[in-house]
């Protein structure tokens, strides 16, 4: 195939990759948008392939590479619940970021396979490419590792504070950069994995840190550097589309880790550079011993029937329970007495950006009656009922009131305006940042208290009667 159809391929992949964010950007076309970038995917490893045709024996290794790849993706997908999706996520970009190091050190071993120079001289501008792919991928790795290790729960969701973490980080960035240099002055591979060793350390320490309140911009974040370390090697590889891909990916989710560090009051830049998410903390002190008004489902069921307006918050707790389906029953049985029912969706609700917005499509929510925050918070003051079920720390006052808790300035859905707010709970937990909320001790407030999917259900039953 000749350059030149090679490089309009490139782009027609580029294209549909760039339909395929834009698809992805609401749940009403992610379907259409997830087509477009398998689309776009296929062109590009077959021009790949037709460009840079292997010889038999390649051509094998890559068929045996992608059966046990896809092989192994197709078996997870089918298997793995919507409530470990984001664990799989920060998995996947750890592979991502392993890749790039390892596509690093392949090139740097055999440099003319990779058109790059030979074994005695590679060319300056790809051995800077090959350092930058090596070390953010190594720091994508380890960090996407930490990440996954806390959002499934096998390493604790609370802040693991280094001594001195900030000077341990500034010091790997400098060896990082001196690292680097000596790389390219020398084209000796004993700098570049020590270089990779370094990147590995520094994933460790910027991520290791942060609280489970930020994880949803880890999750982005990591997004973000796995699509930089893909179009770093695209560089060193010479790939037009590997790096149109990478850029894309880089860029999309540094735009939405931003989005999530203004739906959270964090600071951008602090995020990148992983210093967020660890010095603050709530106060401490015993059980909360304050009084609750509990409700049972029948309550509930006529507190909703009598309703002219209901706002229904869904949290973490519905994912844990698949409690979507019986949400989206309830809300049917509703809107047939009549009842305005709306959706509201915090943008860190869940473990992961659109975490929410997933379950509900998932149990065929009309796309329509799904709400941003900031699209919805200032109907909850004309709301006779704001229904959470398993959403804390996101509904929590003391965002706004409480100086010293660790979700102080975080925006909040602002449930307590409603006039009668039915809180969907297993009991009297702290959510995921470790804060106790203050909604559950207002006069308007109603805990139902037990599994999400088995409450909602009985208020189904109590509905139907």
Not at 83 to 92: C, N, Q, R, S, Y
Not at 241 to 267: D, E, F, P, Q, W
């Amino acid at each position: 195939m000749s350059a030149n159809i090679a490089a309009l391929l490139y782009l027609v992949a580029g294209v549909l990759f760039i339909f395929a964010l834009r698809g992805l950007s609401s749940p009403a076309t992610s379907r259409e948008g997830n087509r477009y970038g398998m689309i776009g995917m296929a062109i590009a490893v077959a021009t790949t392939l037709l460009t840079h045709f292997p010889s038999f024996g390649g051509l094998l290794m890559i068929v045996i590479g992608v059966a046990i790849g896809g092989g192994a993706g197709a078996f997870i997908a089918q298997r793995v619940p919507m409530t470990k999706m984001p664990e799989l996520v920060a998995g996947f970009h750890a592979l991502v970021g392993l890749a790039a190091v390892l596509v690093a050190a392949g090139a740097f071993f055999a440099p003319r396979a990779f058109g790059i120079g030979d074994a005695n001289e590679i060319h300056a501008g790809s051995l800077v490419e090959m350092s930058l792919g090596a070390a953010i991928g190594a720091i994508t790795f380890t960090g996407s590792i930490i990440a996954f290790l806390k959002l499934s729960e096998r390493m604790t969701g609370k802040p693991i504070l280094l001594p001195e973490r900030h000077t341990i980080n500034i010091m790997l960035g400098v060896a990082l950069l001196a690292l680097t240099a000596l790389f390219v002055g020398t084209q000796s591979g004993v700098w570049l994995f020590l270089l990779i060793f370094a990147s590995f350390a520094l994933g460790v320490t910027l991520i290791i840190p942060i609280g489970g309140a930020d994880m949803p911009v880890v999750v982005s974040m990591l997004n973000s550097y796995s699509g930089w370390a893909a179009a770093g090697i695209g560089f060193t590889l010479g790939n037009l589309a590997l790096i149109i891909t990478g850029a894309l990916v880089g860029s999309s989710g540094a735009i939405l880790s931003y989005i999530m560090c203004k739906g959270m009051n964090r600071s951008f830049i602090s995020v990148i550079l992983g210093g967020f998410g660890g010095e603050v903390a709530g106060p401490a002190g015993g059980k909360e011993t304050r009084n609750v008004k509990q409700g049972s489902a029948e309550d509930a069921a006529y507190i909703m029937q009598n309703a002219g307006k209901i706002i229904i918050v869904p949290g973490y707790g519905m994912a844990v329970a698949q409690a979507q389906h019986a949400l989206r029953e309830m809300a049917d049985m509703l809107k047939e007495e009549g009842v305005d029912i709306k959706y509201a969706i915090h943008p860190v609700a869940g473990r992961m950006p659109g975490h929410m917005n997933v379950l509900l499509a998932e149990a065929n929510v009309p796309y329509d009656e799904v709400f941003e925050l900031e699209d919805i918070n200032s109907e909850f003051g004309q709301a006779d009922v704001a229904f959470v079920i398993g959403a804390n720390d996101v509904t929590n006052p003391a965002a706004k009131t409480d100086k010293t808790s660790a979700i102080y300035g975080m925006p909040i859905l602002d449930v307590e305006k409603a006039k009668t707010v039915l809180f969907l709970k297993r009991g009297m937990g702290s959510g995921y940042a470790g804060v106790e909320n203050e909604l559950f001790f207002r006069p308007n407030t109603m805990m139902l208290f037990g599994d999400a999917k088995k409450t909602v259900e009985s208020i189904v039953k109590s509905l139907a009667h």
